[in-house]
């Protein structure tokens, strides 16, 4: 339990690293290449509107729209108030865009993952199950820099886990001979939220076919990045999209929106939606918001010319840093690491590159390990290779300052 006096010193400490968020208030779009703070312009490295989309005229028009037609709110969840058609289309949009037979929205990407390992991996007793069907406990193989959400999905599901060296798949062999559960669900992310580095989904496919686990992949930040049409990690591995049983995703990211998703097929996606309890006892997505990211699909579909941008702006960055010799960890994607090591050091460069322009955000612990301070920096279709450009000469500058 939390006293007042360690409230007060956690806060203090907060304010001391210069992590209050009343210091950076945007008072422009946040998702802009321009966006403003204190009355400064600032190059936004920030945010994961990797795409562009949005600000587009055609979602905001579309807001527009749908906004006098239905309203501002979503009514209540979905079980109880009804769907709404556009919620329904949106669906129908993203399992079609992903390639797979179904998919549900969820409120946000975390609330997805929250409520879907539980549904997997320890459901609900049912009626039928206790008369002559036994509930068989599942087992989690989780890797080790998982996103919160789905680290407190697991704890959630209060099931048997074992975490696997990140990105090791010869450590999650190994680490699939410790239980003696038959039920098993392996889980990774495609890109890494905070290190940009891709997973090998061969790899991990091939251990779960040779345990017969089943297998859950975070696609958040490979969603409308990764694979040429922008489909994703599965796209991009060219591995078969029955080879993976939930594939999740969210709309916050290169979607320029808000709402999480996960698709799979039909029957998985029915069973999630009539067991996962972040489904089923919280607001979802609202028409005006489903409406807005039916449109930005629409672009990411109709616009490929938009990740190809992005992509030649990843590689020209890569070979800035590279050049100034500044350490990016082993980011291979948009979602580029700079790392720093002391946290202090770290938000006084965040701090100084502000001063100069550029609005980044720096990442300590708990969000990664202590010693391991980093900047967070997205590089995104928006940018010019000028941007870049300055943007490295300020760094360089700023983290040579003792
Ligand atoms: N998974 C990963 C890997 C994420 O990075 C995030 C968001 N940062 C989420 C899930 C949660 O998504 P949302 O923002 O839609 O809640």
Redesign the pocket.
């Known amino acids: 339990m939390i006293s007042d006096n360690n409230i007060r010193k956690y806060l203090k400490l907060i304010n001391s690293l210069g992590l209050s968020s009343s210091d950076r208030i945007i008072e422009s779009s946040p998702t802009t290449l321009i966006v403003k703070i204190k009355n400064q312009s600032l190059v936004n490295f920030s945010s994961?509107n990797y795409l562009g989309v949005s600000d587009d005229d055609r979602v905001k028009h579309a807001v527009k729209k749908a906004l006098n037609i239905y309203g501002l709110g979503s009514g209540g969840s979905r079980l109880m108030t009804g769907n709404s058609k556009v919620q329904l289309e949106l669906e129908d949009k993203i399992a079609r865009f992903k390639g797979y037979p179904s998919a549900i929205t969820f409120a946000?990407?975390?609330?997805?993952?929250l409520g879907v390992v539980k549904s997997i991996v320890r459901p609900v007793k049912l009626d039928f199950m206790s008369s002559g069907t036994r509930r068989e406990d599942g087992v989690v193989f989780s890797d080790s820099l998982n996103?919160a959400?789905?680290v407190e999905g697991v704890k959630l599901a209060g099931c048997e886990k074992h975490v696997y060296e990140h990105l090791d798949s010869d450590d999650l062999e190994k680490k699939m001979t410790l239980s003696n559960l038959k039920r098993k669900l392996i889980i990774t992310?495609s890109i890494?939220?905070m290190d940009g580095d891709i997973v090998d989904l061969s790899k991990i496919i091939g251990v779960a076919k040779k345990f017969n686990s089943m297998l859950m992949v975070?696609d958040?930040?490979g969603t409308g990045v990764l694979g040429i049409s922008g489909r994703g990690i599965v796209e991009y591995s060219e591995c078969a999209k029955e080879d993976i049983d939930i594939l999740?995703g969210?709309?916050?990211?290169a979607f320029g929106g808000?709402?999480?998703f996960i698709v799979g097929s039909d029957q998985m996606i029915n069973y999630i939606r009539y067991s996962a309890n972040s489904y089923i006892f919280t607001a979802p997505i609202p028409p005006v918001i489903a409406s807005g990211l039916i449109a930005s699909i629409d672009i990411v579909i109709n616009e490929p010319e938009r990740i190809k941008k992005l992509w030649d702006n990843i590689y020209y960055f890569k070979k800035l840093l590279t050049e100034a010799n500044i350490n990016f960890l082993n980011s291979t994607s948009q979602i580029v690491p700079i790392f720093i090591g002391d946290e202090k050091k770290t938000v006084k460069t965040a701090r100084r590159l502000l001063e100069d322009g550029y609005f980044t955000s720096p990442v300590i612990w708990p969000a990664v390990k202590k010693s391991e301070a980093r900047l967070r920096v997205t590089i995104t279709s928006m940018h010019e290779y000028s941007h870049l450009e300055s943007f490295v000469y300020a760094l360089d500058k700023n983290m040579k300052v003792k």
């Not at 946000?108 to 993952?113: C, D, L, V």
């Not at 969210?250 to 990211?253: R, S, Y």
Request: hydrophobic share 30%.
């Open positions: 994961n946000t990407g975390y609330m997805a993952n996103h959400s789905i992310e890494y939220s975070d958040a930040h999740m969210t709309f916050t990211k808000f709402g999480g």
